[in-house]
T-cell receptor, first 114, second 113 residues
Framework: DAGVTQSPTHLIKTRGQQVTLRCSPI?????VSWYQQVLGQGPQFIFQ???????GRGNFPDRFSARQFPNYSSELNVNALLLGDSALYLC?????????????FGSGTQLSVL | QQQVKQSPQSLIVQKGGISIINCAYE??????FPWYQQFPGKGPALLIA?????SEKKEGRFTISFNKSAKQFSLHIMDSQPGDSATYFC????????????FGDGTTLTVKP
C-alpha cells in the first residue's frame, strides 16, 4: 500500500506569492493533519481535518488555510508568503476515527521563500 | 510557550552503547506520548508510544520510561547501532489524538561504529 504522498517535493517562491501544497493520505485514512517543520525544530501543528471538517487549528496566521476533499486528500494554502514561511511542510494521516494513536507522515514539501 | 522540552539537542554514542533522550512536559492534560524517528529527507516515523498509566514500555531495543509526578519521560535505545543515527522527537497530545500533537525540538543522535 502507498504511504502518505505529498506534492510537490520542493518549491521555490518569492515573497508575497501564494502557494498550494497537496497531500494524499493512506487509503482508508479519514484524518489529515498539516505540520510546519523549521530547520532544527520539531514539527509544529497547523491544521487537522477529519471527514472534510476542520478539527483543529494551531497558532498560525489567517494566511494559512486548508481543506479536505471527499476522497480525503487535502490542500494547504499559504497566501502572501513571508521569508519566515520557508520550512518543510509535513502532511500526516491517521486510521479511521479522528482520535487515533498512529500518525503516518509523508516526506514533506520543502518550501523556500526568497 | 513551549509545552514539550527535549534534551539533549545532540548526542554521540558508541556502537553498542545506550542512548538516552529526555523530555519534559507542562500540561498535565496530555495523555499520550509518542516518540518519532526522522531520517534526512523523510518525514517522522512513529517509533514507540506510552500512556501515563504505565511507567515503562519496551519494544525491542527501545524503551520509554515515564514519570508522571515529575512530568518527564525518556527514550532509551539499548545496543545502539549506526543505523539508529537519526533525529528523534518526543511528542504529546490530548485524548490520544496524535494528529494534533505538540513536538519537542528534536535530538540528533550519532552512533559511531
Amino acid at each position: 500500500d502507498a504511504g502518505v504522498t505529498q506534492s510537490p517535493t520542493h518549491l521555490i517562491k518569492t515573497r508575497g506569492q501564494q502557494v498550494t501544497l497537496r497531500c494524499s493520505p493512506i487509503s482508508g485514512h479519514k484524518s489529515v493533519s498539516w505540520y510546519q517543520q523549521v530547520l532544527g525544530q520539531g514539527p509544529q501543528f497547523i491544521f487537522q481535518y477529519y471527514e472534510k471538517e476542520e478539527r483543529g487549528r494551531g497558532n498560525f496566521p489567517d494566511r494559512f488555510s486548508a481543506r479536505q476533499f471527499p476522497n480525503y486528500s487535502s490542500e494547504l494554502n499559504v497566501n502572501a508568503l513571508l521569508l519566515g514561511d520557508s520550512a518543510l511542510y509535513l502532511c500526516a494521516s491517521s486510521s479511521p476515527g479522528h482520535k487515533t494513536e498512529k500518525l503516518f507522515f509523508g516526506s514533506g514539501t520543502q518550501l523556500s521563500v526568497l | 510557550q513551549q509545552q514539550v522540552k527535549q534534551s539533549p539537542q545532540s548526542l554521540i554514542v558508541q556502537k553498542g552503547g545506550i542512548s538516552i533522550i529526555n523530555c519534559a512536559y507542562e500540561n498535565t492534560a496530555f495523555d499520550y506520548f509518542p516518540w518519532y524517528q526522522q531520517f534526512p529527507g523523510k518525514g517522522p516515523a512513529l517509533l514507540i508510544a506510552i500512556r501515563p498509566d504505565v511507567s515503562e514500555k519496551k519494544e525491542g531495543r527501545f524503551t520509554i520510561s515515564f514519570n508522571k509526578s515529575a512530568k518527564q519521560f525518556s527514550l532509551h535505545i539499548m545496543d545502539s547501532q549506526p543505523g539508529d543515527s537519526a533525529t528523534y522527537f518526543c511528542a504529546a497530545c490530548f485524548n490520544t489524538n496524535a494528529g494534533k500533537s505538540t513536538f519537542g525540538d528534536g535530538t540528533t543522535l550519532t552512533v559511531k561504529p
